[in-house]
């Protein structure tokens, strides 16, 4: 830190005031907005979703231009330290018991360092949070490195340039992500769209050797285990076109015994047949003895008739993605039978043409998530540029 910083504690510099309580009799059609922790997206004011209260607020409530709003307390603890500065409002507006607001000179500068690590390390906020409230006493005992107003100036003017190009940069890597996932769809839209019309369909329980679906552990009192145990595979491990593994979950092995239909080979192509995933569809590639649970569909392609890659893109493709939602049955969940995926019609162009295509989209998949990586990449550039120059900032390099 520079000879000219001090440290000074945040109620040397800043008064903090804590927001309106109201209940939702007091929520009207006319009155005050209140702001509250929705209010704050990607660390700037929302004013999207609103709500009012009625009868007079306290002068000391009133939000003002250049007050620094903050998410003090949330049941999402992700929200909670979230901050916005205020500028101009189209109206009079509050803020709510959850929230904070904190009033002072150095205010733009303030708003900056709420943004850093330096802030959250102090009140031990982050992605892992474990806290959902900031008191105070919290507060209180914050400590800010604090330079002199010109220095301020200078640092606020710095960030306000650097961060309005990486929002730039951001969204353009974003529109471009967008648009590689979207030629991908397109492209695969066109190939079945096409293939439906040149080819005739079959059922798929006639071009299969097994379809059917698990079961659960705890309806027959098997327990989950630490690996070595039957693999378990969920309709959360069920990705579009690979399996997402990262938190395996095993079980005891005498499931296989009681529940043999389901157990899984190497080929097996696996669809979500429950819940908001219905249709999400991956080739099962381990080499674990695995088995799977009622909200995953296992389907067996008969290997002379049916290309079991070709189907994978068959049905996370858009258009017949949209035949499945269009079946579901909605009780609690939407779910897809076993029976309609038995008279599912597909269309059958012959093997090797299948085999083909299936190359053909392959290739077209992976130069598509070549892209996509590159623009993940830079996101992740980017968001690591935000931290470092905050970080700079307020231990005096920049």
Known sequence: MKNAWEIRRLPEIAEYFIGLTYSPKDVSDKGTIVLRSSNIQNDELDLSDLVRVAGPVKEGLIVRKGDILMCSRNGSKRLVGKTALIGNLPEEMTFGTFMTVIRGKSNPYLAWFFKSDTFREQIGVGENTMINQITKYMLDAIRVPFPPTAEQRRIVGILDEAFEGITTAKANAEKNLQNARALFESHLQAVFTECGKGHANRSLGELCERITKGSSPRWQGIA??????????????????????????????????????SILKAGDVLTNIVGASIGRTAIFDLDDVANINQAVCLIRCDESLLDNRFLTYLLNSPVFRQVLHDNEVNTARANLSLGFFSQLPVPLPPLFKQQELATRLDIFREESRHLESIYERKLTALEALKKSLLHQAFTGKI
């Open 224 to 261: 989950y285990v630490d690996d070595p145990g039957v693999l378990f595979i969920t309709s959360e491990n069920v990705g579009e076109y690979r399996l997402l593994m990262n938190n395996p979950k095993y079980v005891e092995e005498r499931f296989n015994a009681k529940d043999k239909k």
